[in-house]
């Protein structure tokens, strides 16, 4: 018959259990207080780059991205807050605070026109001519952190990606599957067109509700459900001027001009 542990036993076990528990804290502890001591040095090193790398930091958007990105991996963020060091250091900070508000300026002054979606290489472009600034001295990535901090106003701010482009949102509507399809389609459309962009014209991104009915196999319901909520959330405006009776619905926010579409073509 197989004898039960005794009381000393149970007691030798629970001690055992209890030391092993306090040497697995100890070596928690250690490590995290390696961990903060390295990323104190980090930090440290970070602050002595970004003192001689000022300059370029300032000026040079590829750098000042790559900048981020190194600070990401330490867990600092320069724009956390226009106080302390970073804002002392390299006053980036108030570059990007200047930047979100022109922003803000061009969304609302544009938002009549695109109703509250324009395409981030546009607003790029508007930025640049508002700043009266070269197009490579302020990338995308510059507008992206700008607009993240957009979120604070709690007014729909956002990017938005349909097919292979970038868009702004800045009204607090909510798109779905089927009218990000219907953006998408309207921007195919647009990219296919390169004859008029070779001559210099601009065209507009348009689909009818037949071209969505058999994109998508939807039914026409589905297809005049989707397209009215676009119209009525002001993203859409409608054509019905064609010889052919259909009536066109065509997204501005989906325009390419010539020069765009030659700089994709030629990437």
Same mark, same amino acid.
């Given at each position: 018959?197989?004898?039960?542990?005794?009381?000393?036993?149970?007691?030798?076990?629970?001690?055992?259990?209890?030391?092993?528990?306090?040497?697995?804290?100890?070596?928690?502890?250690?490590?995290?207080?390696?961990?903060?001591?390295?990323?104190?040095?980090?930090?440290?090193?970070?602050?002595?780059?970004?003192?001689?790398?000022?300059?370029?930091?300032?000026?040079?958007?590829?750098?000042?991205?790559?900048?981020?990105?190194?600070?990401?991996?330490?867990?600092?963020?320069?724009?956390?807050s226009n106080k302390g060091v970073w804002a002392e250091l390299l006053g980036i900070g108030d570059f990007y605070y200047e930047l979100g508000v022109q922003?803000?300026?061009?969304?609302?002054?544009?938002?009549?026109?695109?109703?509250?979606?324009?395409?981030?290489?546009?607003?790029?472009?508007?930025?640049?001519?508002?700043?009266?600034?070269?197009?490579?001295?302020?990338?995308?990535?510059?507008?992206?952190?700008?607009?993240?901090?957009?979120?604070? @106003?709690?007014? %729909?701010?956002?990017? #938005?990606?349909? $097919?292979? =482009?970038?868009?702004? +949102?800045?009204?607090?509507?909510?798109?779905?599957?089927?009218?990000?399809?219907?953006?998408?389609?309207?921007?195919?459309?647009?990219?296919?067109?390169?004859?008029?962009?070779?001559?210099?014209?601009?065209?507009?991104?348009?689909?009818?509700?037949?071209?969505?009915?058999?994109?998508?196999?939807?039914?026409?319901?589905?297809?005049?459900?989707?397209?009215?909520?676009? @119209?009525?959330? %002001?993203?859409?405006? #409608?054509?019905? $001027?064609? =010889?052919?009776?259909? +009536?066109?619905?065509?997204?501005?926010?989906?325009?390419?001009?010539?020069?765009?579409?030659?700089?994709?073509?030629?990437?």
């Open positions: 018959m197989r004898r039960r542990p005794g009381i000393a036993g149970l007691q030798n076990a629970a001690a055992t259990r209890d030391q092993f528990r306090l040497v697995g804290e100890n070596v928690a502890k250690v490590r995290t207080d390696v961990m903060k001591e390295q990323l104190a040095t980090f930090r440290s090193q970070l602050e002595e780059f970004a003192r001689k790398h000022k300059s370029d930091i300032r000026k040079n958007p590829i750098f000042r991205q790559q900048f981020h990105e190194m600070c990401a991996k330490v867990g600092v963020d320069p724009l956390a922003i803000v300026d061009i969304c609302i002054a544009t938002r009549s026109h695109n109703g509250g979606l324009i395409d981030l290489l546009d607003l790029r472009k508007q930025l640049c001519q508002k700043r009266k600034a070269t197009l490579e001295s302020l990338s995308e990535d510059d507008c992206l952190r700008a607009i993240s901090k957009l979120k604070v @106003l709690g007014s %729909g701010f956002e990017v #938005i990606s349909v $097919g292979r =482009r970038k868009l702004v +949102r800045s009204v607090p509507t909510e798109l779905n599957k089927d009218h990000s399809g219907i953006l998408g389609l309207a921007q195919l459309d647009v990219s296919r067109d390169f004859n008029m962009h070779l001559v210099g014209m601009q065209t507009e991104g348009y689909v009818t509700v037949e071209q969505v009915e058999k994109e998508f196999s939807w039914s026409t319901g589905r297809a005049i459900d989707a397209l009215e909520t676009l @119209l009525k959330d %002001g993203l859409a405006m #409608i054509d019905d $001027g064609h =010889r052919d009776g259909k +009536r066109r619905y065509w997204f501005p926010c989906v325009t390419v001009s010539s020069d765009t579409t030659g700089a994709e073509a030629r990437s």
